[in-house]
């Protein structure tokens, strides 16, 4: 599939090398290319800036956020979340129209400090807000409720855990739980909400994720839903 990941932070890189390596069609997207490939700046783990990075991958493309959603028949928006409608915007609203758009994103607002809190929240989310930007793209939220390292590889973790999904588009859906399977996530893992209102539930997860990083000292962890 030809897939474009908008974003060049960490859950851009995970997302798009996974994707490369199961054989997709990869291009990830950056407002400037030239800027990107020229920092030297090392990703919070301190491991390789976007250059070394790309140098090590090959098999995939960088462009503009437009470009590359111009030619993609899937996008995932991994782009910071307080700028995430910006940043669709520089994609262009016709190329994002009719195709499926994966949001990974969290609106994690960091101008009070550290833990940031959620801007929007509870009567609203950034899920529904880029589907109100963006009615003719088939937005479905998952995967932002775990670390980039488990979203692409969930056996990293030992025992039973969940990914959420929701969106409005049946069809949108079915394609994202094929990608998640690529990844490594069995259908009895996977927890489909209902429609985008329901990304409300799973950005709201962000509050307690954050303390549970602080409390474990460790971002490997992730949610287990247990029912009878
Ligand atoms: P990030 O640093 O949050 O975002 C990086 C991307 O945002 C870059 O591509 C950057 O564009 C773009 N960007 C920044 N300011 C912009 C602006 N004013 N206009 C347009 N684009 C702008 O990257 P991340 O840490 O990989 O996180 C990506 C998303 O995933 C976030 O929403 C985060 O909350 C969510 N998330 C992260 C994790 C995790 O493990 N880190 C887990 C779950 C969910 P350039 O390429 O041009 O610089």
Redesign the pocket.
């Known amino acids: 599939m030809k897939i474009a990941i908008?974003?060049?932070?960490?859950?851009?890189?995970?997302i798009a090398s996974r994707l490369a390596d199961l054989g997709n069609d990869v291009t990830i997207?950056?407002?400037?290319i030239e800027?990107?490939l020229s920092t030297d700046e090392k990703d919070?783990n301190g491991k390789s800036s976007?250059k070394e990075w790309i140098d090590e991958h090959s098999n995939i493309k960088v462009d503009t956020?437009s470009n590359a959603a111009s030619n993609a028949e899937i996008i995932f928006?991994?782009?910071?979340?307080m700028?995430?409608i910006?940043?669709l915007n520089?994609a262009g609203l016709d190329n994002l129209a009719g195709k499926l758009l994966i949001d990974?994103?969290?609106?994690?607002d960091f101008s009070n400090g550290m833990p940031p809190s959620l801007n929007p929240a509870n009567t609203d989310s950034l899920g529904e807000q880029i589907q109100k930007a963006f009615p003719e793209t088939k937005v479905v939220k998952t995967?932002?409720?775990?670390?980039?390292?488990l979203?692409v590889d969930p056996s990293k973790l030992k025992g039973d855990h969940n990914v959420f999904l929701c969106g409005n588009d049946s069809e949108a859906k079915k394609t994202t739980k094929t990608i998640l399977n690529s990844f490594g996530w069995k259908d009895d893992q996977i927890i489909d909400l209902g429609d985008i209102t329901n990304a409300r539930g799973t950005e709201m997860l962000?509050p307690i994720w954050l303390r549970l990083w602080n409390a474990l000292g460790t971002?490997e962890f992730n949610f287990h839903i247990q029912k009878n």
């Open positions: 908008l974003g060049t932070g960490m859950v851009g890189k995970t997207g950056t407002r400037n800027k990107t919070l976007f956020f928006n991994c782009t910071s979340g700028i995430s910006n940043a520089l990974i994103a969290n609106p994690l995967l932002n409720t775990m670390n980039a390292y979203m962000l971002p």
